[in-house]
């Protein structure tokens, strides 16, 4: 029942442990999905128009891992939508008619039409006709950023819900526009899709950089770096750029969260943002023993006016109190502060591997830059840590409410399902998800370090012949 206990944790604990993991675990290969899609529909329209097979083998090549991504680790997303009714039924009860509809959509249409013309690309080699062929890739590619779509607008909601009415103690949604256009989901969209691109452009980087400095097909892997760069470049730039706007919105919508990201207990005009801190993450020791600020900087960012207005944590505090009654509406202010941080300096990482390897693709010389190549390779576990740290900032920063400003999260859990239940399956899912972790990650660099291999045999009309199989 609600609130039983099992060695000191409640059950809500291992309830948002549970869910926490298994989304954790999902988007680490969401976004190498969305991203590796669209970089693989790329390289099959390049070998279309052009009919050079170098780039038919490097289709080949990044669609094996694309595939592997999918089968070992998207599909982990069904087990998300069963948590809804079984540890949090109460949540479902009570806003199902509301977050259901975008999650039904994305598993009626989205994902339906992502896993179809994925098979039909799998198995149209040399069957279907050139053009259609290449048709499927791209509408794979288009089903995964529809399936962005839903989950962002029904995760959107719970960040600032829209759109709905509250009858006979459930709520109802009344204007599915309102969520479409809900300001917290067109931020959080484009941010999490530029993420995928990121992700999926490092990468492509890295194994392109592993080849060139093994020497294994370097002329042609150069042009995947190409590739990669030319797409981690801008990428890497802009979601630096909705981030901050994503905060905007978020200092509008979810001040507590915003003010928790920076530990500001209280209202600054201007407001300095920290770039690092020690100590000042409680209530009872607000006031860090050291710290770097810049000066006006979090304004910047949270309000796009240099001398804006942040609202600090006890004065949101004291207001919440007033709105909805007595209780810590505080999240953990250090997981938000350092979840922040590691996700802008990582990406600020990455947008200067990038530029140095744009620099070194300018000049010819990347594929004789053998710290470039290194560094690339390691790089590709960035964009994944940057993802984890964006989710947990998004997740823990909206703490204690699961629906904000709507239903408290510890109103949430299911009130049949025991401690001891969810704790077993945490133990499950850790277990199944770590051997499906290691088994993809072996899988994953296996085929990431295969040669090309020789160029494919083609019929007369320059198709691969269906003998070709992944």
Do not use: C
């Not at 975008?102 to 198995?123: D, K, M």
């Not at 069957?127 to 995760?155: C, D, E, Q």
């Not at 950089?209 to 770096?225: C, G, M, N, P, V």
């Amino acid at each position: 029942m609600r609130g039983t206990v099992i060695v000191g944790v409640s059950q809500l604990d291992l309830a948002r442990l549970q869910f926490a993991a298994t989304s954790i675990y999902h988007f680490l290969f969401v976004p190498v999905t969305i991203g590796l899609a669209f970089l693989v529909a790329i390289l099959q329209t390049v070998w279309h128009r052009r009919g050079d097979q170098d780039y038919l083998r490097l289709t080949r090549f990044f669609g094996t891992l694309l595939l592997i991504n999918v089968a070992v680790g998207v599909v982990t997303g069904l087990v998300q939508e069963f948590q809804f009714g079984m540890a949090w039924s109460s949540y479902s009860r009570f806003v199902g008619d509301v977050f259901g509809a975008p999650l039904a959509i994305e598993g009626l249409a989205a994902f339906f039409l992502e896993s179809t013309f994925l098979g039909l690309w799998i198995f149209g080699w040399g069957r279907l006709p050139k053009g259609v062929h290449l048709a499927t890739i791209w509408i794979v590619a288009l089903g995964t950023v529809l399936s962005a779509v839903f989950i962002m607008a029904a995760n959107s909601w719970m960040q600032h819900p829209v759109g709905y009415v509250v009858t006979s103690g459930r709520a109802e949604l009344t204007s599915i526009w309102a969520v479409l256009v809900n300001p917290m989901f067109l931020w959080s969209l484009a941010h999490v899709l530029l993420a995928a691109l990121v992700t999926a452009a490092s990468l492509m980087l890295a194994v392109s950089a592993w080849h060139l400095r093994h020497r294994s097909d370097h002329e042609i892997f150069e042009r995947t770096a190409r590739l990669a760069l030319i797409v981690l470049v801008p990428a890497a730039f802009l979601v630096m750029l909705v981030g901050s706007e994503l905060g905007v919105s978020g200092d509008h919508y979810q001040p507590m969260k915003i003010a928790a990201g920076e530990a500001l207990w209280n209202t600054a005009q201007p407001a300095s943002f920290t770039l690092f801190q020690i100590g000042g993450f409680t209530v009872n020791d607000q006031t860090p023993s050291f710290a770097i600020k810049i000066p006006h900087l979090l304004s910047f960012l949270a309000t796009n006016s240099p001398n804006g207005k942040v609202v600090g944590m006890n004065q949101i505090q004291a207001q919440y109190e007033r709105q909805y009654g007595p209780g810590d509406y505080r999240p953990n202010v250090f997981i938000a502060f350092w979840s922040i941080r590691g996700m802008a300096y990582l990406a600020g990482l990455v947008f200067l591997l990038s530029l140095w390897g744009a620099w070194l693709l300018r000049r010819k010389k990347i594929a004789d830059s053998r710290w470039f190549l290194r560094l690339a390779v390691w790089a590709v576990i960035l964009p994944f840590v940057m993802n984890t740290l964006g989710w947990v900032l998004t997740e823990n920063g909206r703490q204690p409410w699961i629906v904000q400003g709507l239903q408290l999260t510890r109103n949430a859990v299911s009130p049949s399902v025991s401690a001891t239940t969810l704790a077993l399956s945490i133990v499950v899912f850790v277990l199944i998800y770590g051997v499906m972790a290691l088994v993809d990650a072996a899988l994953m660099i296996r085929f990431a370090r295969k040669p090309l291999g020789p160029p494919p045999e083609l019929d007369e009309h320059g198709v691969p012949v269906p003998a070709m199989s992944y």
